[in-house]
C-alpha cells in the first residue's frame, strides 16, 4: 500500500480532531504543517510528531512529496486557500464548512475540475448511521478493499489485517448487512498453507459479524476466487452458515457462458449478495429467474465500471432488473 503524505494548514482547534483521526489510518504520514502563530505551530508539531514546519503556506505547498493538504483555517479562508492547494497539484481536505458564500464554494469545485484534484469537506456524519437512518436507506453490503486475508508480504498482511478490523468495526456502525472481503490467492489455483490461513480468518470474521448481526463473505472477484472448484474448496474449510459469497455474476475463469451460468446457479443459494454487470443485465430476462429459482434470497445489485455515461448506463441496468423481478412477482412465469 503506497504512503500517502498530508500537509495541514491551520493547526487551531479543528486541526488537533483532524490529527486524532489520521493516527488511525493506516499509510498516512502528516509530514508538513503550517500556522503564522510560531508558538501554537510548534507545540502542535511538537505533539504530534511532525519534523517538517512552516509560517507561510506557499513554501509548504512548494513541496514535492506531498499527496493532499488539510485546510484547517477560518471559514472565509477556506476557499481561496483550498484552491491554491488544488492549483498546486495536491488534493484537498477542508474542513466545514465548505465555504463562506455559495459563490466560494462553487469556486472551489470550478477548482477541483479546472485542475483534476479531489475536493472534499469534512461531513464525517453523512457517513455515519444516522444519516442512513433519516433517509431510509439500509447499507446492504459494505465492500471492504485492501483487506483480503492473503499476502505473500508480511507488511501488506498486517496492514490488511488491521484493515480488516476496521471494515467489521464500521460494519456494525452503520448496520451493514453482510461486508464483502477478497480472498487475496492472485493465482488461479490455491495452495493448502493459503487455505488453512484464509479459511481460519474467514471463520473469525464470521463469527465476529454473528454477533454483530451481518453476514461475512468474499466475492468471485479476481485469482483464485474466480475458480469454481477454490470457491467450493474454501466454504468447505471454513464451514461457517454465517459465511457466504458476493455472487459476481459469470466472473469464473475458464469457463464458457454456458457453464459460467451453470457455476452461478450452483452458488446462487450461498450468495449472501450479488453483482449484476451490464452485459448480465442485457440477459435479464434469461438470467434472473434461473438464480431466484436456485435460492438466492439477497439484493438484487447492479455495477458498472466504463468510466463513460455510467449515471444512465446504471439507470438502464436497475431498469432491466426491476422489469424482470415484476415479471417474477406479477406471476408471469406461472
Same mark, same amino acid.
Given at each position: 500500500?503506497?504512503?500517502?503524505?498530508?500537509?495541514?494548514?491551520?493547526?487551531?482547534?479543528?486541526?488537533?480532531?483532524?490529527?486524532?483521526?489520521? &493516527?488511525?489510518?493506516?499509510?498516512?504520514?502528516?509530514?508538513?504543517?503550517?500556522?503564522?502563530?510560531?508558538?501554537?505551530?510548534?507545540?502542535?508539531?511538537?505533539?504530534?510528531?511532525?519534523?517538517?514546519?512552516?509560517?507561510?503556506?506557499?513554501?509548504?505547498?512548494?513541496?514535492?512529496?506531498?499527496?493532499?493538504?488539510?485546510?484547517?483555517?477560518?471559514?472565509?479562508?477556506?476557499?481561496?486557500?483550498?484552491?491554491?492547494?488544488?492549483?498546486?497539484?495536491?488534493?484537498?481536505?477542508?474542513?466545514?464548512?465548505?465555504?463562506?458564500?455559495?459563490?466560494?464554494?462553487?469556486?472551489?469545485?470550478?477548482?477541483?475540475?479546472?485542475?483534476?484534484?479531489?475536493?472534499?469537506?469534512?461531513?464525517?456524519?453523512?457517513?455515519?448511521?444516522?444519516?442512513?437512518?433519516?433517509?431510509?436507506?439500509?447499507?446492504?453490503?459494505?465492500?471492504?478493499?485492501?483487506?483480503?486475508?492473503?499476502?505473500?508480504?508480511?507488511?501488506?498482511?498486517?496492514?490488511?489485517?488491521?484493515?480488516?478490523?476496521?471494515?467489521?468495526?464500521?460494519?456494525?456502525?452503520?448496520?451493514?448487512?453482510?461486508?464483502?472481503?477478497?480472498?487475496?490467492?492472485?493465482?488461479?489455483?490455491?495452495?493448502?498453507?493459503?487455505?488453512?490461513?484464509?479459511?481460519? &480468518?474467514?471463520?473469525?470474521?464470521?463469527?465476529?459479524?454473528?454477533?454483530?448481526?451481518?453476514?461475512?463473505?468474499?466475492?468471485?472477484?479476481?485469482?483464485?476466487?474466480?475458480?469454481?472448484?477454490?470457491?467450493?474448496?474454501?466454504?468447505?474449510?471454513?464451514?461457517?452458515?454465517?459465511?457466504?459469497?458476493?455472487?459476481?455474476?459469470?466472473?469464473?475463469?475458464?469457463?464458457?457462458?454456458?457453464?459460467?451460468?451453470?457455476?452461478?446457479?450452483?452458488?446462487?443459494?450461498?450468495?449472501?449478495?450479488?453483482?449484476?454487470?451490464?452485459?448480465?443485465?442485457?440477459?435479464?430476462?434469461?438470467?434472473?429467474?434461473?438464480?431466484?429459482?436456485?435460492?438466492?434470497?439477497?439484493?438484487?445489485?447492479?455495477?458498472?465500471?466504463?468510466?463513460?455515461?455510467?449515471?444512465?448506463?446504471?439507470?438502464?441496468?436497475?431498469?432491466?432488473?426491476?422489469?424482470?423481478?415484476?415479471?417474477?412477482?406479477?406471476?408471469?412465469?406461472?
Amino acid at each position: 500500500m503506497k504512503e500517502i503524505r498530508v500537509g495541514i494548514i491551520g493547526t487551531g482547534l479543528i486541526a488537533h480532531a483532524h490529527m486524532e483521526m489520521y &493516527k488511525d489510518i493506516p499509510g498516512v504520514t502528516v509530514a508538513a504543517a503550517c500556522d503564522i502563530r510560531p508558538k501554537v505551530l510548534e507545540e502542535f508539531c511538537n505533539k504530534y510528531g511532525i519534523k517538517d514546519q512552516y509560517a507561510d503556506y506557499r513554501q509548504l505547498l512548494q513541496r514535492d512529496d506531498l499527496d493532499s493538504v488539510d485546510v484547517c483555517l477560518h471559514n472565509n479562508l477556506h476557499a481561496p486557500m483550498a484552491i491554491e492547494v488544488m492549483k498546486s497539484g495536491r488534493h484537498c481536505y477542508c474542513e466545514k464548512p465548505m465555504a463562506g458564500s455559495y459563490a466560494d464554494a462553487k469556486a472551489m469545485m470550478d477548482a477541483a475540475k479546472l485542475f483534476g484534484k479531489k475536493l472534499h469537506i469534512q461531513l464525517s456524519f453523512l457517513y455515519g448511521a444516522q444519516a442512513l437512518d433519516e433517509r431510509e436507506l439500509t447499507l446492504v453490503n459494505l465492500c471492504c478493499d485492501y483487506a483480503h486475508p492473503w499476502s505473500e508480504d508480511k507488511d501488506e498482511l498486517a496492514r490488511n489485517h488491521a484493515v480488516a478490523e476496521d471494515c467489521l468495526k464500521a460494519a456494525r456502525i452503520l448496520g451493514a448487512k453482510s461486508i464483502r472481503f477478497d480472498l487475496g490467492v492472485h493465482e488461479l489455483t490455491i495452495t493448502d498453507e493459503q487455505i488453512a490461513y484464509t479459511s481460519k &480468518k474467514f471463520r473469525e470474521y464470521a463469527r465476529i459479524g454473528a454477533q454483530e448481526g451481518f453476514k461475512v463473505c468474499f466475492e468471485n472477484h479476481w485469482g483464485a476466487s474466480t475458480n469454481f472448484e477454490v470457491v467450493q474448496t474454501m466454504f468447505e474449510a471454513i464451514n461457517d452458515e454465517n459465511f457466504g459469497l458476493l455472487l459476481h455474476l459469470g466472473n469464473w475463469s475458464d469457463s464458457t457462458l454456458e457453464e459460467k451460468d451453470q457455476k452461478d446457479l450452483a452458488m446462487a443459494s450461498r450468495a449472501v449478495h450479488m453483482h449484476f454487470s451490464q452485459p448480465y443485465c442485457e440477459r435479464a430476462d434469461q438470467v434472473l429467474k434461473p438464480v431466484y429459482d436456485a435460492g438466492y434470497q439477497g439484493v438484487w445489485a447492479t455495477e458498472h465500471h466504463s468510466g463513460r455515461n455510467e449515471y444512465n448506463e446504471v439507470a438502464f441496468q436497475l431498469a432491466a432488473m426491476k422489469k424482470e423481478l415484476s415479471r417474477i412477482a406479477g406471476g408471469v412465469y406461472g
